[in-house]
């Protein structure tokens, strides 16, 4: 063994100026198993090249199959802030981490080093951004929601990871943390806001899941998100694309409020609509003849 640690570390020697000849050894070094010689072929990459962060993803991948997660989240840190696309690979590949931990111990050691870079680097949105991802698959939205707001106003984002974490927490029955960041950006953006409309259909559908949530449904909570309703359609024509709201509303008319006949006026008004796509109509009148 002495023997072969010492071809080996010659092997390296030999080529220490020669960046392709030390890829090849590196590649050989990590099909047969020998992670750290692949490393310190990087490394000496780095070292002749300038490049302190050269092959991270490479020495990233050999560090993980070998075991030493502690080193290749360094390596993947400095690999991440590369490429604008990297972040969303990232994830992925911790997510796969996650998945497979028992102890915990990946999920803490992820904790700190993000926490650490995002520290070190403020002004790489990257780290804010897995920040962001890792409390959101913590499931921890309250913390979530005000990454999410120092993101979007540190990076100028237009609400994006606002609107993004809103979605993620109605998704997860963490309506008021949902609500809650709906409205902040119905009140920090106006009507020309590309989020402005979706957060506010977003708010409505949201506040009606968390009515249906509870039981029995508070009738006060109903008549109040039926007059929202009211309010929105007075100022949104229907179409296509809002036809799940207008449904919401019946349903609040016919089941909460028990006022079918208002159910049924506002079929056939949307019926008769020509807007309306005949996929849509059909719906309509689906939900016509149930009342009937």
Request: charged letters at 25%; proline letters at 4%; aromatic letters at 10%.
């Amino acid at each position: 063994m002495g023997k072969a640690k010492k071809q080996y570390e010659n092997s390296i020697r030999q080529n220490e100026n020669n960046i392709q000849a030390l890829k090849e050894l590196a590649a050989s070094f990590s099909a047969f198993g020998h992670a750290d010689y692949a490393i310190m072929c990087y490394e000496q990459i780095r070292n002749t090249s300038g490049n302190p962060y050269a092959h991270a993803l490479e020495a990233a991948q050999i560090l993980t199959r070998s075991g030493q997660y502690d080193k290749a989240l360094w390596e993947y840190l400095q690999w991440v802030k590369q490429g604008k696309d990297n972040t969303v690979s990232l994830e992925n590949i911790l997510t796969s981490w996650l998945s497979d931990d028992p102890e915990r111990k990946k999920r803490n050691l992820i904790e700190k080093g993000l926490m650490t870079f995002a520290y070190k680097e403020p002004d790489q949105p990257c780290y804010a951004n897995l920040l962001l991802w890792f409390s959101m698959q913590e499931g921890n939205f309250s913390e979530a929601l005000k990454q999410a707001i120092a993101i979007d106003k540190r990076y100028n984002e237009q609400g994006k990871p606002v609107y993004q974490l809103a979605n993620v927490a109605a998704e997860n029955e963490a309506f008021d943390v949902a609500l809650e960041a709906y409205r902040h950006l119905l009140r920090h953006y106006n009507e020309f806001s590309p989020y402005h409309d979706a957060a506010l259909v977003g708010s409505l559908q949201t506040q009606y899941r968390k009515i249906n949530s509870t039981y029995p449904p508070k009738t006060s909570e109903i008549r109040r998100l039926s007059n929202e309703l009211d309010t929105f359609f007075k100022s949104h024509p229907l179409r296509d694309d809002n036809l799940s709201l207008y449904l919401t509303h019946v349903q609040l008319e016919a089941n909460g409020l028990k006022n079918p006949e208002k159910a049924k006026r506002m079929l056939q008004e949307a019926i008769a609509m020509p807007p309306l796509s005949v996929r849509s109509k059909a719906m309509c009148k689906i939900q016509l003849g149930d009342l009937y």
